[in-house]
């Protein structure tokens, strides 16, 4: 079974730029999660897709956005790019259903590392 | 001014040694801990998860405890091994609340010497 694709590996921009990351979540799961992974704040929740919803949130400003495709598929947008969000953003994926609980356990991509000059 | 990067807590054990990683949580209503194991240049990796409903569970080679009463998390690998040496992160959740967003703690590396 493939685990979590993401792409681009590495991919490099400069200010004010915007950026596209894909995710290609695990065969079945339908929520994806996308978290951001620096030295100086670590591994940070930027949001989560069911089913082509956010479901929840995290404390980004507008220019984070993403969306989910039919097929499970993510994407997650920067817009405007400042030096400081440099950082690796992971995509994560769980087989989370659509009531009660959550399913806990995530299951993480390799990450794209984005450097911002 | 300049960023401080998070100050990770280190842990060298000597190869075939037990080695225990600590945790503390903040919030109260988590009910869903997890542990993971991060590589240099790779994601993580999940390792063991344990409910607010238990206070230990074994995996092959790592134990989980839980202290609900301290909110604190806690990982024992047994023999430890230089495949061990990562960075390995505690993460707690509220699954109850249908969330299924993970709050991450700073992580701690872990040296294995040989």
């Known amino acids: 079974k493939a685990g979590v694709t993401q792409t681009p590996r590495y991919l490099i921009k400069t200010r004010g730029q915007q950026v596209t990351l894909s995710c290609s979540p695990i065969s079945g799961h339908r929520s994806v999660s996308w978290y951001q992974q620096t030295p100086g704040q670590g591994l940070q929740f930027l949001f989560e897709y069911f089913s082509e919803t956010q479901r929840n949130k995290g404390n980004f400003p507008g220019r984070f956005s993403g969306r989910q495709f039919s097929n499970s598929r993510s994407e997650m947008n920067v817009s405007t790019l400042e030096l400081g969000d440099s950082a690796l953003y992971l995509c994560?994926?769980?087989?989370?259903?659509?009531?009660?609980?959550?399913?806990?356990?995530?299951?993480f991509g390799e990450g794209s590392r984005l450097t911002v000059l | 001014g300049e960023s401080v990067g998070l100050h990770l807590p280190t842990l060298s054990v000597q190869e075939g040694d037990n080695s225990i990683i600590n945790c503390a949580y903040s919030?109260?209503?988590?009910?869903?801990f997890i542990w993971y194991k991060q590589e240099s240049g790779k994601g993580p990796q999940f390792i063991i998860d344990?409910?607010?409903?238990?206070d230990k569970r074994q995996g092959q080679r790592v134990t989980v405890l839980l202290n609900k009463t301290v909110k604190h998390l806690s990982l024992q690998i047994a023999a430890t091994q230089p495949g061990d040496s990562a960075v390995y992160f505690c993460a707690e959740g509220a699954l109850q609340t249908g969330a299924n967003n993970l709050f991450f703690g700073t992580g701690t590396r872990l040296t294995v010497i040989p």
């Open positions: 344990i409910r607010s409903n238990m």
């Open positions: 919030n109260s209503a988590s009910d869903y």
């Open positions: 994560a994926s769980s087989s989370s259903g659509t009531s009660g609980a959550g399913s806990g356990e995530l299951f």
